[in-house]
């Protein structure tokens, strides 16, 4: 049912003109995508909304456009070089590689799949009167497989930070976990694989050329600390936002764009008094939860997920995860990422990366409070919930996407009725006054049905039809999309209406209320 869901909404995607499988016509390339017509007006407006609350309206976050090529040693530093690995095994049959991790992420997951099976069975059973918490506490079946998991983390925890690789092949065989392509158990050791792309500067291929594409953007605001500081004049607490492409050599590259060997990240490093990290990383946390919920697909479709181990520079962490349509699945990690990495470039590059506390009197290593998060992941996100089939009362299905019209691609279609007595020429009109606020987006072909579900595929929120009677009052047809009921209103009024409907404002408006605590 999921799989089938995100079948539809790949098909849908690049049917649609959001995304295409990259170099298509040579038979596409592993976990590559290209962003469409459509779907790079999406990935704009998400940007858009992502910096205008980062930085357009917090006096004391900047933004950043580093290089994606950096000094090697970079990543020396970081401890990308040593640790930014993922622990593979190749089943002998298949020859087919996997992520150890992912293995037993997916059996956990099929166990929690049978204790949804027997959570709807009961609550089919017991109807309203059906207490979920209840049921999931006392019932038998589900407190096993409740056991069950726990253990399974427990091993899987502690071979984790033990970098027993040994102990993580025993459990994957300890569990029966086949190859979901041979079906056989026959696995080879557990080894670690490095992610990081590499190239070479200049013309010549040797070892002291090489450099590597970044796995993160997060390392760029890093090695400008200083000059942001020193030239922005910034007090800490602040932060330095930015976002950009960031490359990783995934082994499981799959599901669409949630995994790619090429992707966006938009992250933000706040940079804090130390010993003051734990009060910012719970700050992050709620207000980063606001962000996402203020986009109106409802809460219950979010959930925090604290890491069982966090990364080699963290000291708490934890993952936003969204309900996909394949299942919970992490969007945005939020890290408290110590001073380690100031630390460890004012180590490897012999230069001060420090702050002068006035309060203090003091200078010291500021800790940072990191939010990343995956453009590409966000855009599944508003893909995966905006994606409805709907059966209309005269039968007809639509399909349509309710994209927050702050986000949609094209926030209004001028349709003229009939290619004939002057309506394209006021249509055309209406689209010269419209365009210098709204990507619009002007048709005459087909009946005006056939339109109106085209836009209803790509989420555009209103048509505006022009019929003979705009010819005598100056009036046109408002068509809302998501109730498809319509309006009449004078053409004067439209940019004004249009504005109040696909603002950007009032989503801002949510992220900043009710915060319990102030950035400065
Ligand atoms: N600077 C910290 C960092 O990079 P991460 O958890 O590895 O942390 C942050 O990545 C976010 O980037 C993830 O939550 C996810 O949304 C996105 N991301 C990571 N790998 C990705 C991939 N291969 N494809 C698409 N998005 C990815």
């Known amino acids: 049912m999921a799989e089938d869901l995100l079948k539809k909404i790949i098909a849908h995607a ?196 090489k450099i590597y594409l970044r796995p993160e953007t997060a390392q760029g605001i890093f090695v400008n600390y200083i000059n942001v500081q020193k030239t922005g004049r910034m007090k800490i607490p602040f932060g330095i936002a930015q976002i950009g492409k960031a490359f990783r050599n995934e082994i499981v590259a799959r599901q669409f764009v949630f995994r790619m060997r090429e992707f966006e990240q938009m992250e933000m490093q706040f940079f804090v008094k130390p010993g003051t990290q734990k009060q910012w990383y719970d700050t992050w946390k709620e207000r980063r939860l606001k962000w996402h919920q203020a986009l109106g697909f409802g809460s219950e479709a979010y959930r925090f997920h604290d890491h069982l181990k966090p990364a080699h520079y963290a000291d708490a962490a934890c993952d936003i995860e969204f309900d996909f349509p394949m299942g919970f699945k992490e969007l945005e990690g939020i890290h408290s990422r110590t001073d380690f990495d100031l630390s460890k470039h004012e180590e490897f590059s012999g230069k001060k990366l420090q702050f002068f506390d006035p309060e203090e ?70 689209m010269d006054d419209l365009k210098f606020d ?42 809302f999309r998501d109730s498809m009921e319509q309006e009449r209103v004078s053409i004067d009024s439209l940019v004004q209406r249009i504005k109040k409907e696909t603002s950007m404002t009032e989503a801002l408006k949510k992220v900043e209320s009710n915060t319990a605590q102030a950035l400065v």
Request: charged residues 30%; contains cysteine.
């Open 14 to 209: 690049k049917e649609y003109g959001f995304v295409f499988p990259s170099s298509e016509i040579y038979d596409g390339l592993g976990a590559v995508y290209d962003y469409g017509q459509n779907g790079v007006e999406l990935k704009n407006n998400i940007k858009q909304y992502w910096w205008k609350s980062m930085v357009q309206m917090h006096e004391n976050i900047v933004g950043l456009d580093s290089a994606i090529f950096m000094h090697p040693k970079i990543w020396k530093a970081s401890g990308h070089v040593d640790a930014f690995n993922d622990p593979l095994i190749d089943n002998k049959d298949s020859k087919k590689r996997y992520r150890a991790d992912v293995l037993i992420e997916d059996h956990i997951a099929k166990i929690e799949g049978k204790i949804n099976k027997e959570v709807n069975k009961a609550s089919k059973r017991f109807g309203e009167s059906f207490d979920k918490q209840q049921f999931i506490q006392t019932n038998g079946r589900v407190l096993g497989y409740q056991e069950k998991i726990d253990k399974i983390n427990e091993q899987f925890k502690s071979a984790l930070e033990n970098d027993d690789l040994a102990g993580i092949k025993n459990l994957i065989e300890e569990l029966e976990i086949a190859c979901p392509i041979s079906g056989s158990r026959n696995w080879t050791d557990v080894r670690q694989f490095n992610l990081m792309f590499s190239t070479e500067l200049g013309s010549v291929s040797d070892d002291s050329n």
């Open 361 to 430: 009197n003091k200078n010291y290593v500021p800790y940072v409070v990191e939010t990343s998060i995956g453009l590409d992941r966000t855009f599944l996100a508003v893909l995966g919930k905006s994606y409805q089939e709907e059966t209309l009362e005269d039968g007809s299905q639509r399909v349509v996407l309710k994209i927050p019209p702050f986000l949609s691609p094209i926030k209004a279609a001028i349709l003229p009725l009939v290619k004939k007595d002057g309506l394209p020429d006021i249509a055309r009109k209406i």
């Open 438 to 479: 709204f990507n619009c987006f002007y048709e005459e072909k087909d009946a005006i049905g056939k339109r109106y579900r085209r836009q209803d595929a790509i989420g555009t929120p209103f048509c505006i039809t022009v019929d003979h009677d705009t010819t005598s009052d100056n009036t046109v047809t408002l068509r």
